[in-house]
């Protein structure tokens, strides 16, 4: 469990995901999965081409996408970013996704989907 | 940069490529008084399929190769266009892009579409053919310009000569503008990208101005101004701003320390980490205050990852920026 990579249209199917930016690249495989409302976590650790999961709406989390080199955003519990964060997203070709789940329902889905985890277990 | 997911060059055209520009103008008419015989010589001649039926500068209809065909086959080769011509007329605008001409055609199943102007003259016509010709060709030129100027870019420093050349790129930072936050980074990583820098080291970059971005928005009074000073081999970043300072350096730069309010917190920043991911992200960074005067943050990154000091021979350090 947990080792490999999934296609975005797979991705929106699991999470029951409404698409909120236009054009997307369905196909487009996502590498990796991490889940965070701290950006500079996001920043210290997820891997270009991951999955962000997060609870922030804020454009900060569209430009910390686009920093990184994620490869696209699911929001959790049905939030959804204002016109700007939207409009921002589609500017820089980063698809955003919200989902009707929580962040730790949603995790478990993706996991247990087999989806890699992009955050580092410290132990 | 590759893991950035991007819709194919084709499908962003056929949103954007006006009809006009893929449209063949010039087109051939027939009048609805034109014998099928002397059509099927016009279509031979002009090696079309088809061509729309203008009465007194008026569209009222389409015949096509079809028709003739339907014709010959019913012994009708000698009635006028106008009884054997189709009526319904499928058009679109000249202004509209590619992609409402695709629906039509996908919707209503015909050959060709009638092209008007906005007060529904006839301009021109359109096939299936003329589409992928169309989007063929924008693609060459674009992909030639964008070639050209990506070449023009990667060479700068070759192309411009001095003992030390060096390209400075300043960018002004808000005080408490939290939205606008990440916006001179993000020109900051699309100048590396058209500079031809390798995707990884550009998001580190990205990453370390990103943070410092976000430190001048929460901490600076005034806000302050990144400096990035590119060279062939090294990229310099500086933030300045004049106050308020910090009290103990050190401190400051301990994981998980921050004097940032709630309200940034909340916002996904401020959790202490900023610091330390800058200096995760460059080969050297230097952090100068002094409480009650301004701060000025170097950091200092190699463009090109074989040298860095994690591969060179001593491990040597970059140089201090003075």
């Not at chain 2, 980074?185 to 550009?202: C, H, M, N, Q």
């Not at chain 2, 330390?276 to 080969?283: F, L």
Request: glycine share 8%; charged share 25%.
């Amino acid at each position: 469990m947990g080792n490999r990579t999934v296609k975005l249209q797979e991705i929106v199917e699991i999470v029951e995901g409404t698409i909120l930016t236009e054009r997307v690249n369905m196909d487009l495989d996502v590498l990796s999965c991490g889940a965070s409302d701290l950006m500079s976590d996001v920043l210290a650790f997820m891997k270009p081409g991951s999955l962000l999961l997060t609870g922030l709406i804020h454009p900060q989390s569209i430009r910390t996408a686009e920093m990184a080199d994620l490869a696209a955003i699911v929001f959790v519990r049905g939030k959804t970013p204002g016109l700007e964060a939207i409009a921002l997203a589609q500017e820089l070709n980063i698809p955003l996704i919200a989902s009707p789940y929580g962040m730790y329902e949603m995790s478990g889905l993706l996991y247990k989907a087999g989806l890699t985890p992009v955050m580092p277990v410290v132990k | 940069m590759a893991q950035v997911p991007k819709f194919t060059k084709i499908q962003e055209l056929i949103y954007e490529l006006p009809i006009e520009r893929v449209m063949k103008k010039n087109v051939v008419q027939v009048s609805p008084d034109t014998t099928m015989t002397e059509l099927k010589e016009i279509l031979r001649v002009n090696r079309i399929s088809g061509a729309p039926v203008v009465e007194e500068a008026r569209l009222v209809g389409v015949i096509s190769i079809e028709d003739l065909i339907k014709a010959l086959v019913e012994g009708d080769i000698q009635a006028p266009v106008r009884k054997r011509m189709t009526t319904q007329m499928i058009t679109v605008r000249q202004d509209e892009s590619v992609i409402e001409a695709v629906k039509k055609f996908t919707q209503y199943k015909v050959g060709r579409l009638l092209v008007v102007n906005e007060s529904g003259g006839l301009t021109g016509i359109l096939t299936g053919g003329d589409i992928t010709r169309g989007l063929l060709e924008a693609i060459s030129l674009d992909y030639h310009a964008e070639e050209i100027s990506r070449y023009r870019a990667k060479h700068i420093f070759e192309d411009i000569v001095s003992d030390q050349t060096s390209l400075i790129l300043r960018y002004k930072v808000k005080a408490k503008d939290f939205n606008s936050g990440g916006r001179a980074s993000s020109k900051l990583k699309r100048a590396l990208d058209r500079l031809g820098a390798v995707p990884e080291v550009i998001r580190r970059v990205a990453i370390s101005s990103y943070e410092a971005e976000m430190n001048l928005i929460i901490h600076a009074d005034e806000g302050g101004e990144i400096i990035a000073e590119l060279q062939p081999e090294v990229m310099r970043i500086t933030t300045i701003d004049h106050g308020p300072g910090i009290p103990d350096v050190k401190e400051a730069m301990s994981l998980g320390f921050s004097t940032a309010p709630n309200w940034i917190r909340e916002l996904g920043f401020g959790a202490g980490m900023g610091l330390a991911n800058i200096k995760r992200c460059a080969d050297f960074m230097k952090l100068e205050s002094k409480a009650g005067a301004g701060t000025q943050l170097d950091i200092v990154i190699y463009l090109r990852p074989e040298a860095t000091d994690e591969t060179s021979p001593q491990g040597e350090k970059p140089q201090e920026p003075a």
